[in-house]
């Protein structure tokens, strides 16, 4: 299917956002009056540029208020019109788009409506050009398609139809199936926008909140199912109001965009048709984007930190006292293998690499994580259909070659096949310490439950649609943390059977840890890594031994838990003594215990999960945070 984006979804100039759009295959775009207006040279100039960039111009919209109107009204409106077609024709845009009237003093009579539109349809057939009906959400009197729809079918003329948009559907929790019924040569052109669930007016959600398919909450696969389903063959476009987006530099936004449509298009395949119970991607109406499957993961193979010397020295003590063992070095690269159980860290002091690069950038952090698949090359082969960039570093004699993307923090992320000797056979590359110590704090049994990510505002969106349409994570929960100094928002990601799991950590408040962490390092990065254990009381003893330094837990939690819970007063009196959280449900239970974080930077977390307890823990959250805020006041 031909993709297409319209300009008011990118930031800039409309150059930037022609360019951008092209730069991301871009088919053509929807050019928005307002950009246009704002652009020194001519439409035909800007015919010009999309054209010299390989880009159609697909549509110009908005053409608002035409409709419903008194006799004297609707003459001037036609008039106004017929400067737009002439706008049109400059541009070599073939269709216009008229929303539905949302003045209040706008008439709903289907007959006056469809008798106007008639006489719009027919000035604009004598230009060659055509008009597309889209019903607003919030319009007083025709605010569904299938209103819409009674107005077009009623005008009867050929250069009429109608323009759908996922927004103003399901905003509304209108039903989207009936469009399969509909005549898919009257379905002039379809705008896509998915958004999350708010508490809002419809036009506030349509301005603010639109974002890509795949970042949001709406049923975007049923709505888009339903179009196929009536025979359009036209183009996949996102139009999207977004704050966010308008901020943030065009061209990452637009390769993001172009994500979402392919994800979007490869969720259509398996969707099967109402009419025929054949699924898209078989029918061949249209042609469908076709990649690899999502990767089946096993977990996290390593951890990858970016350090130089005097960091890895102190990174390599802060390991230590938490049980981490020297494992190995590598054979040709100053890069050190350290692991606990199955949790398996590097740390890369390579000059002139990319690790040396985001630690310049960053400070000391995780510059990569390594998962493990069944197929690597094959998750490979999907990230790159997605818009990925392939990485490539440097490769030693008889080394493995294993294969990386860039992840939207700049950060990498490597495909490790469990083939090659299981979720650890990467240690291939390594000289192997000739006595590694055994595990003797975390137990033989520890693997990392889950990562968390700290993100700076308005990044979550593009990394739930990484995670959704790379990995094939799916979004599980939204959760608000209150930290002592603000709300912190968590979005989890995880796979279908939980082998690997994430959760997305953003707030807009400059002090609590999230915005710290930030800020002080810029950007994104992995703030905690979460590791299972089977016996975290065991585990607690161990590193206290081991002079590990553990996050103070404050008393009072522990008389609260008292009261909240009927807790044996030796399990309580242990929880105490070793500053751990416990949570429990109708499923089972959760207890928790967290290093103090390393330079400020990230910290590990141990769980042990009892029963089927599958939370992360929300009901510590807030205890959590303060006992972090108040171990960073102690420490400065």
């Known amino acids: 299917m031909r993709r297409c984006i319209a300009t008011v979804s990118l930031s800039g100039m409309l150059r930037e956002k022609l360019q951008a759009a092209a730069a991301a295959r871009f088919d053509g775009v929807e050019i928005f009056e307002n950009d246009l207006l704002q652009v020194p040279g001519t439409p035909r100039e800007v015919r010009r540029i999309a054209e010299d960039l390989g880009l ?60 106007q539109m008639h006489q719009l349809a027919e000035r604009a057939a004598l230009r060659g050009l055509r008009v597309g009906y889209e019903a607003l959400a919030w319009a007083p009197k025709i605010s569904r398609f299938g209103q819409a729809w009674q107005v077009v079918q009623k005008a009867n003329h050929p250069h009429l139809g109608l323009v759908l948009d996922s927004f103003h559907t399901l905003a509304l929790r209108d039903d989207p199936l009936p469009i399969a019924d509909l005549p898919g040569e009257k379905i002039f052109f379809l705008q896509l926008a998915d958004a999350p669930w ?12 639109r974002c890509f ?24 476009s996102l139009e999207i109001f977004n704050d966010e987006f308008r901020a943030a530099p065009a061209r990452p936004t637009a390769a993001d965009a172009m994500r979402s449509l392919l994800w979007l298009e490869e969720q259509m395949r398996s969707v099967p048709s109402l009419k025929t119970g054949v699924p898209h991607g078989e029918s061949r109406r249209v042609q469908l984007f076709d990649p690899p499957s999502p990767p089946q993961l096993q977990g996290w193979s390593f951890i990858e930190f970016a350090v130089d010397a005097s960091h890895a020295e102190r990174l390599s003590a802060f390991l230590r006292t938490i049980g981490f063992k020297h494992i190995g070095r590598h054979r040709s690269k100053a890069v050190d293998l350290y692991g606990q159980g199955e949790v398996r860290v590097v740390l890369n002091l390579e000059e002139d690499s990319f690790a040396r690069a ?23 082969g999907r ?12 490769v030693g004699q008889n080394e493995l070659n294993i294969p990386a993307v ?26 192997l310490d000739e006595q590694p110590a055994a595990d003797t704090a975390f137990g033989g049994q520890a693997r990392i439950d889950h990562v968390v990510q700290v993100l700076p505002a308005g990044q979550v969106e593009p990394w739930t649609l990484f995670y959704r349409a790379v990995l094939g994570l799916q979004p599980t929960s939204s959760m608000v943390m209150n930290d002592p100094y603000g709300i912190i928002k968590s979005r989890v990601m995880e796979s279908r059977d939980r082998a690997v799991r994430y959760a997305l950590n953003v707030s807009e408040r400059a002090s609590t840890s999230t915005a710290r962490t930030v ?21 607690a003893r161990r590193l206290k031994a081991l002079g590990a330094s553990l996050l103070p837990v404050p008393g009072n939690y522990y008389d609260d838990l008292e009261a909240k819970y009927d807790i ?56 959590h945070l303060a006992a972090l805020a108040q171990f960073r006041e102690h420490a400065q």
């Open 213 to 236: 398919p795949g970042q949001g909450e709406f049923e975007m696969a049923r709505f888009t199912a339903a179009v196929l389903d009536a025979g359009y063959t036209g183009p996949l």
């Open 358 to 380: 985001y630690f310049e950038a960053h400070g000391v952090s995780a510059c990569a994580t390594a998962l493990a698949t069944t197929d690597a090359l094959a998750a490979l």
């Open 56 to 115: 159609t111009i697909d549509l110009f919209q908005p053409f608002r208020d035409f409709d419903g109107v008194s006799p004297t009204q609707l003459l001037r409106n036609l008039e106004r019109a017929e400067r737009k077609f002439d706008v049109m024709q400059e541009l070599g845009a073939p269709l216009i788009l008229v929303c539905t009237n949302a003045q209040p003093s706008a008439s709903g009579d289907i007959d006056l409506l469809a008798e």
């Open 568 to 623: 044996a007063p030796a399990l309580l009196a242990t929880l105490r003594e070793f500053g751990i959280f416990y949570d429990r449900t109708a499923d089972g239970e959760l207890l928790q215990l967290y290093t103090t974080p390393f330079e400020d930077r990230f910290f590990f977390g141990l769980i042990e999960r009892r029963g089927n307890y599958q939370d992360y823990g929300v009901a510590n959250a807030p205890f």
């Open 198 to 209: 708010i508490d809002t007016d419809v036009l506030s959600h349509s301005r603010h909140y």
């Open 383 to 394: 990230a790159e259909a997605l818009g990925c960039t392939r990485m490539a570093g440097r």
């Open 519 to 539: 800020s002080q390092f810029g950007g994104a990065g992995v703030q905690q890594i979460a590791v299972a254990v089977p016996d975290l009381v065991a585990t």
């Open 406 to 431: 860039r992840a939207p923090d700049g950060s990498l992320l490597y495909f490790f096949d469990v083939h090659s000797g299981g979720e650890h056979g990467f240690e291939a590359d390594f000289v």
